[in-house]
């Protein structure tokens, strides 16, 4: 078991991905682009120390127990109030202090070949960060074929019923993680509606449609275009489900890169995305020296939704013991 946390590579001859058993986290990601010219598309550093210094707001991790917010960090399960730790007041965020994305996952498989996959395991303890049972926990990051990576992600309750949300929380910029912001990219988002927020960010209950509004990205456009409408950017819970299906995953998004004509479309079992267009990084040095600022990486975090043990009308994540809770995530890059 790999107590030290060490960085790993994946790479099947086109795609090279660098992932740490610290918080399952991916530090880089090289792809090419539209000249076969390689260039890595995530925010990070160059070594684990950062990561583990808490330089980085969420870079390229797993986050859980519960991803995103819950609201005043409390919630009532089978009678039970459980408090949270307030690690982003006044709610719990990304299961709190020390969660999944601060811990050291145990390095269960890998694998090298046409097909490299590394699997990491992580055993949470009841009470850990407030939350009830223990429940065991794995991730496995695979390079399905030459542009495409998947990653599976299970947990199963060993003891109690739970709420379980993971999320991988990686910052994309398909021009290269040194080359500025990323508002020229265009996006489509297979959502017509959303979980609009209050003045905490927490998502009020209601489900909005989009149409007309800054928040529709129902056919391709600039992520630049009407971000300065929205407050800080955005950041918001997008309710999927409008798009075609493959390998039973429906499709969520597809960001691309005019300068490099690199795209990224991203297929998932989740019922939500959380669109963040990284409002609060401000000069985080990383990879090579680069200084990442506002707007430097967005994110598609792929979720339930968020505060979905507070509102009993939005998709129940809460998972009973010796049942699984199954997230997949398709990551395919392209040229066009």
Request: net charge neutral.
């Amino acid at each position: 078991m790999a107590d030290q946390p060490q960085i790993y590579e994946l790479n099947n001859g086109t795609v090279v991905v660098k992932i740490t058993n610290y918080g399952c986290t991916i530090t880089s990601l090289s792809v090419p682009d539209k000249n076969g010219k390689l260039a890595d598309v995530v925010l990070g550093f160059d070594t684990v120390e950062p990561y583990v210094k808490g330089a980085a707001p969420y870079f390229g991790c797993i986050v859980g127990r519960v991803a995103n917010r819950i609201k005043n960090g409390k919630f009532t399960l089978n009678g039970t109030e459980y408090t949270l730790p307030i690690n982003k007041p006044p709610n719990s965020l990304h299961g709190g202090f020390k969660g999944f994305d601060k811990r050291i996952w145990e390095v269960a498989e890998y694998k090298k070949g046409d097909k490299p996959s590394i699997t990491f395991k992580y055993r949470s303890s009841d009470g850990e960060e407030g939350y009830p049972g223990d429940v065991s926990v794995t991730a496995t990051y695979t390079l399905t074929s030459t542009m495409t990576m998947k990653l599976d992600m299970e947990a199963v309750p060993e003891t109690k019923a739970t709420p379980i949300n993971l999320a991988q929380h990686t910052y994309w910029n398909l021009a290269g993680h040194n080359s500025g912001n990323i508002l020229d990219h265009t996006i489509q988002i297979w959502a017509s509606e959303m979980t609009p927020v209050d003045e905490n960010t927490v998502p009020t209950g209601e489900i909005k449609p989009i149409k007309g509004t800054p928040f529709d990205f129902t056919a391709e456009k600039k992520v630049g275009l009407q971000v300065h409408e929205v407050g800080l950017g955005y950041d918001h819970n997008y309710v999927l489900g409008s798009g075609e299906e493959k390998l039973g995953l429906k499709r969520a998004a597809k960001l691309k890169d005019p300068s490099s004509s690199r795209v990224l479309s991203l297929w998932t079992n989740a019922p939500g995305m959380q669109f963040y267009t990284g409002n609060h990084v401000n000069g985080v040095v990383g990879k090579g020296g680069a200084v990442y600022n506002k707007h430097a990486g967005l994110c598609l975090e792929t979720q339930g939704f968020p505060n979905a043990i507070n509102q009993p009308n939005f998709p129940s994540v809460v998972v009973q013991p010796g049942s699984k809770y199954q997230h997949t995530m398709l990551f395919e890059f392209s040229v066009e």
